[in-house]
Every structure is written in C-alpha cells, then in structure tokens.
C-alpha cells in the first residue's frame, strides 16, 4: 500500500488540504491535466529523481513504448526517458533527457506516431528531420546530440510534451471523424475514473501539480 504525504496548500485565497502518494507512478491518459501542465526544470539531480527515472523505465516497457515524458506521470518537471528498441535487456539503449533544449531544426517529414496516454491512437504527424538538442543526463552531464529520423521524432514528441503541447494539437477540426470519436472515448473514460474515486477533480490535480 501506497503511503500518503499530506498537506495544507494556498492558493492566495484559501487554504485546502493536498494529499499526494509517495514514489507510485502510473501512466496517465488523455485528458489528465498533466498533459497540458507546462513542466518546470530540474534544479537537482538526487536519488528521488533517479527513482522516478526507473520507474518511467520500467512503466514504458510495460506498455512497450520508446519514450515517456516526466508529466505523462503525473509529474510536473522537465525530462524524459527514451529507449528506442523499447527492449528491458538493452539498457545500454536507455537514455534520460533532463531540461531538455531543441536547438536547430532542418527540413520536415511525415511519419505514423503513437502515445502512451492515448493507447491505440496512430496517425501520422509532420516534424523536423533532423534537429540539434542540448540537455542533461542523469549524471548530470551536459550532452548536446544531433538526431534524425526516429531519434530525432521521439524527441520531438517527448519535449513537446514538457511543454504541456501533445500530437493530437497538429491535427486540427476533427468534427465528426474516426478519431474525434476515439478523443471523446478517452475523456468520457477518464472523467469516468474520477466520478469514481480513481483521480481527484482537475483542480485539485493542478493544485497537486503546483505543490510537487
């Protein structure tokens, strides 16, 4: 069971009483406020951080993605995790992207991406083919890596992420397509599992956001 750390937070007007879990991570799904919670840098780089990395790792592989972003659990800061054999043998493979910076981009291309917080939902999505991106590793290393084709796109997809912005904002009108159908399934789950107990309100998440 899941301990519980509990608290008073103000939001300038009143006083309400936040209660997080320690240290359980899950993948969250559209349309978790996180997703749109523009994530803050990482001042530090310690062993709690390095718990969460592992974690992130181990819940990609669960639900064999190549890449999950720190606010697709529920976390409010700025890094990603990436593996693009999406195999937990290769950790030779395994990357972590702290404060990410996409610096140059070059030329664009079109290709099929996925999401693990819309499980189920491809399409394809334009980006640039090439680009230059400066970050941090976990050791707190500076690292500055010039990628193209897959490398290149997941990146772009995760940092995006960090920035509250997600694939399905390149669509466009949806009106009454296939995957306008299969947005309103996720959110009719979601609020679903908050008239069930599952998650707080989307309030109470952002309020648990500003916290953290």
């Known amino acids: 069971m899941a301990s519980a750390s509990c608290f008073l937070y103000n939001d300038g007007e009143a006083s309400f009483p936040v209660c997080l879990e320690k240290n359980v991570l899950r993948i969250v799904t559209y349309p978790h406020p996180a997703l749109r919670y523009e994530s803050r ?7 709690a951080l390095r718990s969460n990395v592992r974690q992130m790792f181990d819940l990609m592989y669960e639900a064999r993605g190549i890449g999950l972003a720190a606010n697709q659990v529920a976390l409010p800061y700025r890094f990603f995790v990436m593996n693009l054999t999406a195999d937990p043998d290769q950790k030779d493979e395994e990357h972590v992207f702290i404060n990410p910076e996409i610096i140059k981009r070059h030329s664009s ?5 996925g999401c693990l917080s819309f499980p189920g939902l491809y399409f394809k999505v334009r980006r640039a083919k090439r680009i230059k991106v400066r970050a941090f590793d976990i050791n707190g290393n500076p690292i500055e890596i010039d990628a193209e084709d897959l490398v290149s796109r997941a990146i772009q997809h995760e940092t995006d992420h960090l920035s509250g912005k997600l694939y399905i904002d390149q669509l466009g009108p949806l009106g009454h397509s296939p995957l306008a159908a299969k947005l309103r399934d996720f959110e009719t789950k979601f ?8 998650y707080p309100s989307d309030d109470e998440i952002r ?4 916290a953290l």
């Not at 291309?109 to 991406?113: I, L």
Request: aromatic content about 0%.
């Open 109 to 113: 291309s079109e290709d099929e991406e």
């Open 191 to 198: 609020r679903e599992s908050q008239a069930a107990g599952e």
């Open 207 to 210: 309020k648990q956001l500003d």
């Open 41 to 47: 840098p990482v001042t530090q780089i310690d062993d």
